[in-house]
């Protein structure tokens, strides 16, 4: 199974004094995925679609995925309002208790796509925190533990760890250790996928993989001990790709729109 990850879009209708235009960047990112991942299973955009929540955004965001070549599922992150994605997202699945979670099982994997905005209230910075609930938490372990022999992907928007950047990390999942003792229990999460932090970022936590992803729109640059989560660098944006395979997990990131990949295909040599 090949998926694209796009996470952090931060779409906005005060356009004014942008570093990055959020609806020309994704515009771009779609335009290299239909180009040259056109072959993916599916496409997952890890929250954090609206800046601030609101409609239009949801709308305009819409509106640019239309084109999107491969099939695709929604999440959220801190940044959006659950109750306007879902009026304008009613399609986007979502658990029995109204959040917006989701299992796509695919062969042998199975996709776990997890809600963890801790709104409402939005309530500021309170709903900037991730967080899962005991419904949330309850859900996790029923669709880690029905899972089969099949190997489990989580996607979340936040990191249920530290990532090493201390403003980031004040935001993270507040409930990391509860997450984990539920992964750890259930023994079959091959991977977990994440976004929030605007970094390109790998490693393991727990003894689990995984990968946390840049944005299309503005990326955290690299100070660590800075205490501000607003800091932005305009530096290039990226999706991931990631190959599930019989017996690996394949992760790649790429920061599209720095080379032209049809020129260097059409130049490449068959030497050895």
């Known amino acids: ?40 299973d599916l496409v997952v955009f890890t929250g954090d679609i609206a800046h601030t929540g609101e409609e239009q955004s949801y709308l305009d965001f819409k509106s640019r995925i239309a084109s999107l070549t491969p099939p695709h599922a929604l999440m959220i992150g801190n940044h959006d309002k659950r109750e306007v994605f879902q009026q304008v997202f009613p399609e986007a699945p979502k658990d029995e208790n109204g959040f917006v979670q989701q299992i796509i099982d695919h062969d042998d994997c199975r996709l776990i796509l997890l809600d963890t905005l801790n709104a409402p209230p939005y309530d500021y910075p309170n709903f900037h925190f991730g967080n899962l609930c005991e419904h949330r938490l309850e859900w996790l372990r029923q669709a880690l533990s029905s899972a089969g022999e099949k190997r489990c992907i989580i996607f979340m928007h936040h990191p249920p760890h530290e990532t090493g950047f201390v403003s980031m990390d004040m935001i993270r999942l507040q409930n990391g250790p509860e997450f984990y003792e539920i992964v750890k229990a259930a023994g079959n999460v091959a991977h977990i ?26 990326q955290m640059p690299m100070l660590f001990d800075v205490m501000d989560f607003h800091l932005e660098t305009p530096e290039p944006p990226a999706y991931g790709i990631i190959d599930v395979r019989p017996q690996s997990v394949l992760v790649h990131t790429e920061d599209y729109g720095l080379s032209d990949l049809d020129d260097l295909r059409a130049n490449a040599s068959m030497q050895i």
């Open 193 to 218: 996928v994440a976004g929030h932090v605007h970094r390109t970022i790998s490693g393991s936590h727990e003894g689990i993989p995984f990968s946390i992803f840049k944005s299309t729109t503005t």
């Open 1 to 40: 199974m090949k998926i694209v990850v796009f996470t952090d879009l931060h779409y906005r209708t005060d356009g004014a004094d942008l570093l990055v235009d959020p609806d020309a960047s994704l515009a771009a990112g779609i335009e290299h995925v239909n180009k040259h991942q056109q072959d993916a």
